[in-house]
């Protein structure tokens, strides 16, 4: 049978390049993209969905008869804490319904996004392990946290085939991120480019963990493509790319703009940074699938760079 795919928050930053990937590979009308605005151009088949209509998400699967979901819509981090009751609101009940639509048999398989914000200031912080403390201090980490119980709820008693990743920051050159504590490792892309100078967020010696886009995006399809028995995991897997702090960033794109130069002017969003880990140990999701990432600091600058510069000239 052809999988029907329906991308939740497809404009978002991972939607919008995760769209283009699986179009690719189960074909343009086979993957149907939704968000709460439309699209600025629209490549295939659309909806107009607010992850918490219920009646409406259900609503669109039956209409296109598809049988996954990505639901990427959320608030993040940085914005949650701004609006912490529609942080919570939203990431909650978006979850409840793609699980329920799940649990009753309307879909076959849920792809959700967890996230490094899970963990919190008492977990330790380098290497974090995929077991350990989980005290998250930010309402996007509680949505987070709890989403994963819910998940493994839901696949334990209910048989939800549902699978998910803890992105760390996620780094991109076709979408902009928004509203995350890990979004200057992206903006200093573009100012290094336009200004060669940036004003960081976020204090030297931040080590964060981080991916390059391409990387996240071949460790969610293969994850969902692994056969079920291998998806030991169902709250939701560790994966690490690269850490890096807003220095070694800097010096990796002087290796390209030497006249490139960075500034400080942390904000609240150094606290958020400040709870989570320096690095990741995603050995579970290595041996159970065979995650492994393709790039590091060097490659993903060079990339990003190349990329960006081709754009902007
Ligand atoms: N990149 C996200 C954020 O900063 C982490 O999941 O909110």
């Known amino acids: 049978m052809t999988e029907k795919i329906l991308i939740i928050g497809a404009n978002g ?50 209409k296109h008869g598809i049988t996954q979901v990505y639901l990427l819509a959320a608030l993040l981090s940085a914005t949650a804490e701004k609006n912490p009751k529609l942080g919570w609101d939203l990431n909650m009940q ?10 009753e048999g309307l879909i076959k398989k849920l792809y959700w996004p967890s996230s490094i914000a899970v963990f919190g200031p008492t977990t330790p912080r380098v290497n974090t392990p995929q077991y350990t ?4 201090n ?39 991120p928004g509203g995350g504590t890990t979004d200057y ?8 480019l336009k200004n060669k100078t940036y004003e960081c967020f976020l204090k030297a010696g931040t080590v964060l963990p981080m991916m390059y886009m391409p990387d996240a ?11 079920a028995e291998k998806v030991k995991i169902r709250s939701s897997y560790n994966v690490a790319g690269v850490s890096f702090d807003p220095e070694e960033i ?21 606290a958020i940074a400040d709870s989570w880990p320096a690095s990741i140990d995603d050995t579970e999701a290595r041996n159970h699938w065979g995650w492994k990432p393709k790039y590091d600091l060097e490659n993903m600058t060079k990339d990003m760079l190349h990329h960006l510069g081709a754009q902007t000239s």
């Open 13 to 62: 930053q991972i939607g919008t390049e995760l769209s283009a990937e699986l179009r690719k590979i189960f074909g343009t009308n086979n993957v149907v993209t939704s968000d709460i605005k439309a699209p600025a151009q629209a490549e295939g088949p659309y909806e107009l969905l607010d992850v918490m209509d219920k009646e409406n998400m259900y609503a669109i699967i039956k």
């Open 94 to 103: 978006g979850l409840f319904n793609g699980l329920d639509a799940a649990k």
């Open 133 to 136: 403390v989980m005290e998250p």
């Open 138 to 176: 930010t309402i996007y980490g509680i949505s987070k946290q709890a989403g994963e119980r819910f998940c493994e709820y839901y696949h334990q008693k209910y048989g939800v085939d549902v699978r998910s990743l803890r992105y760390p920051g996620l780094i991109g050159y076709k979408s902009a």
């Open 185 to 192: 490792a992206v903006h200093i892309y573009h100012e290094a």
């Open 217 to 227: 995006l071949h460790a969610t399809i293969e994850l969902m493509e692994a056969p």
């Open 250 to 270: 800097a010096a990796s794109i002087r290796k390209h703009i030497p006249e490139f130069t960075i500034s400080y002017k942390p904000d609240f969003r150094q």
